[in-house]
């Protein structure tokens, strides 16, 4: 590859990275995939979707990225299994060094490597992942009607998450370890104004307790007192932000102070002409596979453009 300028490479295969693989497939342009560290991104660990057009029924996670790729791989796309460890933007074609010390040379990059959820580090967290534990309440919310869910954080993104999760659980008990929330003050009275929801203050979760197959509750710790208390559930959702994967353009693409990449207007046009970004990488709000879908098709168009201009 090292020899080889290509038109087009797309880093990450999610869905904004696939549905930009498609489009650009499907337009001659020879893209190069490369998978990095979690090919099929966050869905992966996503059990089942029911919010995705086209499927009536729901899909599992996997299964809809395997159909993505399958779709993708019809129209000339290339594949390479890696991870990406530096990038040079400063030249033209653009460099990108792979873990196994293949360099990749190319005229335009579309970045959609995405963004991880925080999460808490437990274990038992781990362990209950897709079986109860979530990071996602529109995504997984309605598998929840009339259950009993915690939510972990104090800031807006926990404040949404359980005002959302009241359009279905029978009750929410949002848990924070200081003594005040992060929200802002209208999300805070919003959240304590509802009658479904009730505050944990100064409690941080030492445990996610299960039967093996499915969450059944929850034990949290007072930071003040040092008591813990254990409290049934069927859920519980951590909602402590998410992480952009952008760490290997801080210096040469403009990215806001949470990290996410930044894009001219509705377009997928970053700082650096040529290089393109779409998906949860620049996208702090909506973070949804239809979104990124979208955006993904966005950065197609945008580097075909792109590529026709300097051509």
Known sequence: MA???????????????????????????????????????????????????????????????????????????????GNVREVDLSRKPFCLYLD??????????????????????????????????????????????DSEVFVIGGGDTAMEEALFLTRFARHVTVVHRRNEF??????????????????????VVEEILGDGRKVTGIRLKNVVSGESNTHSCDGVFIAIGHSPNSGLFEGQLDIDEYGYIETAGSSSVTSVQGVFACGDVQDYTYRQAITAAGSGCKSALDAERYLESIR
Not at 182 to 203: F, G, P, T, W, Y
């Open 3 to 81: 020899n080889q300028v290509r038109d087009v490479v797309i880093m990450g295969t999610g869905p904004a990275g696939l549905t930009a693989a498609i489009y650009t497939g499907r337009t001659n342009l020879k893209p190069l995939v490369i998978d990095g560290v979690q090919p099929g991104g966050q869905l992966m660990i996503t059990s089942e979707i029911e919010n995705f057009p086209g499927f009536p029924s729901g899909i599992r996670g996997p299964e809809l990225m395997d159909k993505f790729r399958e779709q993708a791989a019809r129209f000339d796309v290339e594949f390479a299994l």
């Open 182 to 203: 992060r929200a802002s003050k209208i999300m805070s009275l919003r959240a304590e104004k509802n009658e479904k929801i009730s505050v944990e203050l100064n409690q």
């Open 100 to 145: 196994d010390e293949r360099e990749v040379l190319t005229r335009s990059l579309i970045i959609a490597t995405g963004a991880n959820a925080r999460w808490l580090g437990l274990p038992s967290e781990e362990q209950y992942r897709g079986r109860g534990v979530s990071a996602c309440a529109t995504c997984d919310g309605f598998f929840f009607r």
